[in-house]
């Protein structure tokens, strides 16, 4: 229990204190959420850490909220009084406050370790003693403490007696007394001669020439019989002490018991004595959302059901608001308890949970990438995968390059990310990252060219790769041709979505691409006319999901993808949307359709660039 309150978070520490004498205790500040007339909320501290100075967790805050470290903070201060403590941190609109107040026990001392050594002195030598040894010599410790103690007594009161017994005989005796003192020479001839007339020991002797003349009197040798009396009972208990066992652990039991009454009060802090009771995950919704992603790195979530339905040609809606000169270029679902692993050009990786991401509105512009992970300045996030459990056995991530290398590497080699990234792929200079997706290890692979060409192989002609390794070639490209996508084959029976920049697009089965060996040139997967402009996208895609696409422009539309015409590869596709003057997409992405949705208005037909050849 600690004197300023706070909460232990977790047992596990304690127990490991108890039962092995060394362990290390969570200890968080007491805070709560409050909303409110506005509907404005914020996080109130009530109680801190031992020893956490307020001031200093003040100025470290407000010092994090200026170097951006800290999000969702619009305010700061102390409204503590007499009455208690009462730390009150004002949250922005957008702030969640669950993610804060993690942030703040993450970054801060509001959260706080105390290491514990229960180290003791036994015998003379330093011990670390577990919990029942720790009683155990407490009790020694009492006990050695009660027997000297009573030992000390016994000889006091024993010395006592003697001195009263010696009275007793002096007032029996008192005109001898008297005339053996008057007869004789000196004091120490007194001291002898009474020793010798009465059988008195040579302290008696010298009490009885050091007592008062008024302890003569009748009252004073009742006081004397009264206390020899009591002297002997006490004697005698303490004689009964030394002897009993049991005498001594109920003295021990009733001084422990009378310093509770005397010194106790209400236990301060509080223990949660399973922490996974509170994590961060549980009181955050798990909800699929829509994560999106700008060319300058802005980056926001926003609930899928923000986003109606509409069939293929309609207007959409606006999708994501931007900065000038900035555009929408990633899109893609997941959710709010997954991790988000970001893949940069440069080949390194970084990981989050997804409910670390700022959530916006659709037309919101988000939040700098800078302040969401910590990925160095001259580094692009090019790809992004939502993962549910980092240590699945036989999951891989598989990635492909701008030049055409691919590379496979064990999930598991990523479940220690750092806050600063690791390695995921040694890349040439001349080369950038395009894609990683999560695989099983055992997975047909589809990889597109801005060429039109796609070439399909099994995962398994890639083996498994530490994560410094550079990878092998994936496809054979033309001259001035890149990689645009890297597709991950889900279903046996699958069909994949091939946009164009200019907003063309069709569905096509997976078996019309026949399977090759890793490095092949590949097969036509659209027909690229100044119409439907270069490739920027392949995508797999089942019946039962919508089809989102986003735009430079930030405008998003979603449709069902069952309503998008399904083509031959050598087809340009359909209008999947109407493009304003100097736009073009960015990125595509599916949804899974909830039958209740109402499909929204911007219905259309769409136009047929070309027929099926």
């Given at each position: 229990?600690?004197p300023?309150?706070?909460?232990i978070?977790?047992?596990?520490?304690?127990?490991?204190?108890?039962?092995?004498?060394?362990?290390?205790?969570?200890v968080?500040?007491k805070?709560?959420?409050e909303?409110?007339?506005?509907?404005?909320?914020?996080?109130?501290?009530?109680?801190?850490?031992?020893?956490?100075?307020?001031?200093?967790?003040?100025?470290?805050?407000?010092?994090?909220?200026?170097?951006k470290?800290?999000?969702?903070?619009?305010?700061?201060?102390?409204?503590?009084?007499?009455?208690?403590?009462?730390?009150?941190?004002?949250?922005?609109?957008?702030?969640?406050?669950?993610?804060?107040?993690?942030?703040?026990?993450?970054h801060?001392?509001?959260?706080?370790?105390?290491?514990?050594?229960?180290?003791a002195?036994?015998?003379?030598?330093?011990?670390?003693?577990?919990?029942?040894?720790?009683?155990?010599?407490?009790?020694?410790?009492?006990?050695?403490?009660?027997?000297?103690?009573?030992?000390?007594?016994?000889?006091?009161a024993?010395?006592?007696?003697?001195?009263?017994?010696?009275?007793?005989?002096?007032?029996?005796?008192?005109?001898?007394?008297?005339?053996?003192?008057?007869?004789?020479?000196?004091?120490?001839?007194?001291?002898i001669?009474?020793?010798?007339?009465?059988?008195?020991?040579?302290?008696?002797?010298?009490?009885?020439?050091?007592?008062?003349?008024?302890?003569?009197?009748?009252?004073?040798?009742?006081?004397?019989?009264?206390?020899?009396?009591?002297?002997?009972?006490?004697?005698?208990?303490?004689?009964?002490?030394?002897?009993?066992?049991?005498?001594?652990?109920?003295?021990?039991?009733?001084?422990?018991?009378?310093?509770?009454?005397?010194?106790?009060?209400?236990?301060?802090?509080?223990?949660?004595?399973?922490?996974?009771?509170?994590?961060?995950?549980?009181?955050?919704?798990?909800?699929?959302?829509?994560?999106?992603?700008?060319?300058?790195?802005?980056?926001?979530?926003?609930?899928?059901?923000?986003?109606?339905r509409?069939?293929?040609?309609?207007?959409?809606?606006?999708?994501?608001?931007?900065?000038?000169?900035d555009?929408?270029?990633?899109?893609?679902?997941?959710?709010?308890?997954?991790?988000?692993?970001?893949?940069?050009?440069?080949?390194?990786?970084?990981?989050?949970?997804?409910?670390?991401?700022?959530?916006?509105?659709?037309?919101?512009?988000?939040?700098?990438?800078?302040?969401?992970?910590?990925?160095?300045?001259?580094?692009?996030?090019?790809?992004?995968?939502?993962?549910?459990?980092?240590?699945?056995?036989?999951?891989?991530?598989?990635?492909?390059?701008?030049?055409?290398?691919?590379?496979?590497?064990?999930?598991?080699?990523?479940?220690?990310?750092?806050?600063n990234?690791?390695?995921?792929i040694?890349?040439?200079?001349?080369?950038?990252?395009?894609?990683?997706?999560?695989?099983?290890?055992?997975?047909?692979?589809?990889?597109?060219?801005?060429?039109?060409?796609?070439?399909?192989?099994?995962?398994?002609?890639?083996?498994?790769?530490?994560?410094?390794?550079?990878?092998?070639?994936?496809?054979?490209?033309?001259?001035?041709?890149?990689?645009?996508?890297?597709?991950?084959v889900?279903?046996?029976?699958?069909?994949?979505?091939?946009?164009?920049?200019?907003?063309?697009?069709?569905?096509?089965?997976?078996?019309?691409?026949?399977?090759?060996?890793?490095?092949?040139?590949?097969?036509?997967?659209?027909?690229?006319?100044?119409?439907?402009?270069?490739?920027?996208?392949?995508?797999?895609?089942?019946?039962?999901?919508?089809?989102?696409?986003?735009?430079?422009?930030?405008?998003l539309?979603?449709?069902?993808?069952?309503?998008?015409?399904?083509?031959?590869?050598?087809?340009?596709?359909?209008?999947?949307?109407?493009?304003?003057?100097?736009?073009?997409?960015?990125?595509?992405?599916?949804?899974?359709?909830?039958?209740?949705?109402?499909?929204?208005?911007?219905?259309?037909?769409?136009?047929?660039?070309?027929?099926e050849?």
């Amino acid at each position: 229990d600690f004197p300023t309150g706070g909460i232990i978070y977790g047992y596990e520490g304690v127990r490991n204190a108890y039962t092995t004498g060394r362990g290390k205790i969570q200890v968080r500040s007491k805070a709560n959420i409050e909303i409110n007339k506005q509907g404005k909320e914020s996080i109130v501290i009530t109680e801190l850490p031992y020893q956490v100075s307020k001031a200093g967790l003040i100025e470290k805050i407000a010092d994090l909220v200026k170097a951006k470290s800290l999000e969702g903070i619009s305010d700061i201060r102390d409204e503590s009084d007499r009455d208690g403590m009462r730390i009150v941190i004002e949250l922005k609109r957008d702030g969640v406050p669950m993610v804060v107040l993690n942030n703040l026990y993450k970054h801060t001392q509001m959260q706080v370790t105390f290491g514990v050594i229960m180290l003791a002195l036994v015998n003379g030598r330093p011990r670390i003693l577990t919990l029942k040894e720790m009683i155990e010599e407490f009790v020694k410790h009492r006990l050695d403490v009660i027997i000297r103690r009573t030992k000390f007594d016994l000889d006091a009161a024993e010395k006592r007696a003697h001195i009263l017994e010696g009275f007793i005989i002096a007032l029996d005796n008192i005109e001898a007394v008297i005339k053996t003192i008057r007869e004789s020479k000196d004091a120490p001839t007194a001291s002898i001669n009474l020793q010798s007339r009465f059988g008195l020991s040579e302290i008696q002797a010298k009490a009885i020439l050091d007592m008062r003349l008024q302890r003569l009197t009748g009252l004073e040798r009742e006081k004397i019989q009264a206390e020899y009396r009591e002297i002997i009972e006490l004697i005698e208990k303490l004689r009964a002490i030394l002897a009993s066992k049991d005498l001594q652990m109920k003295i021990v039991v009733d001084e422990l018991t009378e310093l509770g009454e005397r010194f106790g009060d209400e236990r301060r802090t509080q223990v949660v004595y399973d922490a996974k009771d509170f994590t961060l995950e549980d009181m955050i919704a798990n909800e699929e959302v829509i994560v999106s992603i700008t060319h300058n790195g802005y980056i926001k979530r926003t609930p899928v059901t923000t986003y109606r339905r509409q069939h293929k040609g309609g207007r959409g809606v606006s999708g994501a608001g931007t900065y000038e000169d900035d555009y929408v270029e990633h899109v893609f679902r997941a959710s709010t308890h997954h991790y988000l692993m970001f893949f940069t050009d440069r080949g390194r990786v970084y990981r989050i949970k997804v409910y670390d991401i700022p959530e916006g509105s659709r037309n919101a512009k988000g939040r700098s990438l800078a302040n969401v992970i910590q990925k160095q300045s001259d580094e692009k996030v090019t790809a992004y995968l939502p993962i549910t459990d980092i240590e699945q056995a036989d999951a891989h991530i598989f990635m492909a390059t701008r030049t055409g290398t691919v590379k496979k590497t064990a999930l598991k080699d990523f479940a220690n990310v750092r806050s600063n990234g690791i390695i995921a792929i040694n890349l040439d200079e001349d080369d950038r990252l395009i894609d990683a997706r999560l695989t099983n290890g055992h997975m047909e692979i589809l990889i597109g060219a801005s060429s039109g060409l796609a070439v399909r192989f099994h995962e398994s002609d890639v083996r498994s790769m530490g994560r410094s390794a550079a990878g092998v070639r994936g496809i054979s490209l033309e001259k001035g041709a890149y990689v645009i996508s890297l597709t991950a084959v889900r279903h046996t029976d699958a069909q994949v979505i091939v946009v164009g920049e200019r907003g063309y697009g069709k569905r096509t089965k997976l078996e019309d691409f026949r399977m090759t060996k890793r490095g092949a040139k590949g097969v036509i997967a659209m027909n690229i006319t100044d119409k439907t402009g270069p490739i920027c996208a392949i995508l797999e895609v089942t019946d039962a999901e919508d089809l989102v696409v986003m735009t430079v422009n930030g405008i998003l539309i979603r449709q069902p993808v069952r309503d998008i015409r399904l083509l031959g590869r050598n087809a340009q596709g359909v209008k999947l949307i109407r493009l304003e003057e100097g736009d073009q997409i960015a990125d595509i992405t599916t949804v899974t359709r909830e039958e209740d949705e109402d499909l929204g208005e911007g219905e259309g037909e769409g136009e047929s660039a070309t027929t099926e050849s």
